[in-house]
Structure formats: structure tokens, C-alpha cells
């Protein structure tokens, strides 16, 4: 069985490619929308449980995983450093599939390393903060002294337990963009005016994230631009491509058959 960590839109078509090409397949997503994308591909087996290392290692010995695919967020680098520990700990083959990044040359792109450099560089930028970073950063953000007299809105997921945290949090209705994505840029460009953005805050989650259009319109508008660059994990093995990681989970089962 391959084990697929498939909390991304294309962790779900790898999930999906790989079952096409007649191996049997667990995706495993934690939400209940990633769940029902999973649908769409017949016979795939779901895991909705979050693991930890340990929890990894007691699941592939229950279940006879043959390779583990990581296909998680690029920014959730401790589900893959969990992963490649879990697999050194008991002989699971593992293979990162990486999306593309977008690197934009502009003058107004900050490159920070993490979410709390990107609220005081943000808070530094403007009055008005835009966020497209996603649901799970909202309380650094929610709770930077940079950012205490700021106005900040966040693009969110319109998922009821999404807005329910924002609201937690302190975002009014007015500051909440429940939207799904992807994005072009031109609605990107509509919605920073009507919010009367001084700067965006995003992460680089390369074109199938949205970052290209959102790089472009911020461009257009000269606007400045926070980008949170991806964590630095060394992958064991690591491609750029589905028929990368077909050819070595084939590679894999090959030595597995000569032992």
C-alpha cells in the first residue's frame, strides 16, 4: 500500500495518479473538505487521523505501507520531518513531491522567514494588512504588538469552524474574506482595493497556490508585498513531478521483489 500525505489539491491528484496506475492507495487529509474531494477518486482508502512520528510508525506496521509519499503543504514541514523519521525508524521508503516556487523581482517583495517577521514587517508597511496566508497563522497575527493598531483582514476558507476561530480571534465580519480559491489576479486586484490594502502578507506556494496572480497584482497596484519563504527541510529524496514519484515507488517495489 503507498501512503499518500495529501492535504493539498495536488496531493489529491498525485493521490489519484498513482491509484490510476494500479496501486492500492491511502490519502490521508485531516479536513472534512479535503475528505470529500477524495471522493471523486474511486477505490482510494482515506486516513483522517493526524499522526505524530509515532502514530506514523504504528500505522505503517498495522497496514503494510510500501512507500510513503509526502505530498503535504510546502509550509508543514513538521508533518515531513515526522514522516522521514517514522520511515528511517522502520524501512519505509519515502519521497517528497515538491511544487514549484515563484520567485517575484520586485522592489517592494519582502522576503521574511517566518509568520512573526512577516507581522512586524508588515506592521512597519501600512495601516491596512491584507492576509492570504491561511486559517492556521491567524493568531501570530491576531496577537502581534506590530500589528495592535492595524486594520487586518484575512482571506480565510468559508468553512464554519474557519470563520468561527477568526471570529474567536477577534476578526469582525467586515475583516473576513470566506472565500475558496484559486484566484486571478484580477479578482486578487479588486478585492485589495475594495479593502483599501496597504500591504499583502503571503506565502510562496508556488503558481497551484495562487501565488503567481497574487505576486502580479500587487505589482500592478505597487503595492508591497510580504512573502513568507518556505521552511528549509532537507528531503531524503525529493522530485518535482507525478512521474517522478511513479518512477520511484516502481523503482522501490523492484528492490523489494530481488531481497
Known amino acids: 500500500m503507498i501512503f499518500v500525505a495529501a492535504g493539498t489539491r495536488d496531493g489529491r491528484e498525485l493521490a489519484g495518479y498513482i491509484l490510476g496506475h494500479g496501486y492500492e492507495v491511502t490519502a490521508s487529509v485531516v479536513s ?32 503494510g505501507v510500501k512507500c510513503f509519499v509526502d505530498a503535504s503543504h510546502p509550509y508543514a514541514a513538521n508533518i515531513s520531518t515526522n514522516a522521514m523519521k517514522a520511515c528511517a525508524q522502520v524501512g519505509v521508503p519515502y519521497i517528497r513531491f515538491e511544487r514549484d516556487t515563484c520567485r517575484l523581482e520586485y522592489h517592494k517583495a519582502y522576503y521574511v522567514n517566518n509568520y512573526e517577521e512577516a507581522a512586524q514587517k508588515a506592521g512597519e508597511l501600512g495601516k491596512n494588512v ?50 475558496q480559491g484559486p484566484f486571478s489576479k484580477e479578482l486578487n486586484k479588486e478585492l485589495f482595493i475594495k479593502y483599501e490594502a496597504d500591504v499583502v502578507v503571503t506565502k510562496n506556494s508556488g503558481k497551484l497556490g495562487g501565488a503567481d496572480t497574487k505576486f502580479a497584482a500587487v505589482k500592478e497596484l505597487n503595492l508591497p508585498l510580504v512573502v513568507i519563504d518556505r521552511p528549509k527541510v532537507d528531503y531524503t529524496n525529493v522530485t518535482d513531478s507525478f512521474e517522478g514519484v511513479l518512477e520511484f515507488i516502481w523503482k522501490k517495489e523492484k528492490e523489494f521483489q530481488r531481497e
Open 32 to 63: 472534512q473538505y479535503g475528505q470529500e474531494l477524495l471522493r471523486a477518486y474511486k477505490g482510494i482508502k482515506v486516513n483522517d487521523q493526524p499522526l505524530d512520528e509515532a502514530g506514523m510508525v504504528e500505522y505503517f506496521q498495522a497496514n
Open 130 to 179: 491584507f492576509l492570504t496566508t491561511g486559517s492556521r497563522s491567524l493568531p501570530i497575527f491576531a496577537h502581534s504588538d506590530a500589528l495592535a493598531d492595524k486594520r487586518i483582514v484575512c482571506r480565510i476558507l468559508p468553512e464554519p469552524e474557519v470563520i468561527q476561530e477568526a471570529r474567536g480571534l477577534g476578526f469582525t465580519p467586515d475583516n473576513i474574506i470566506a472565500m
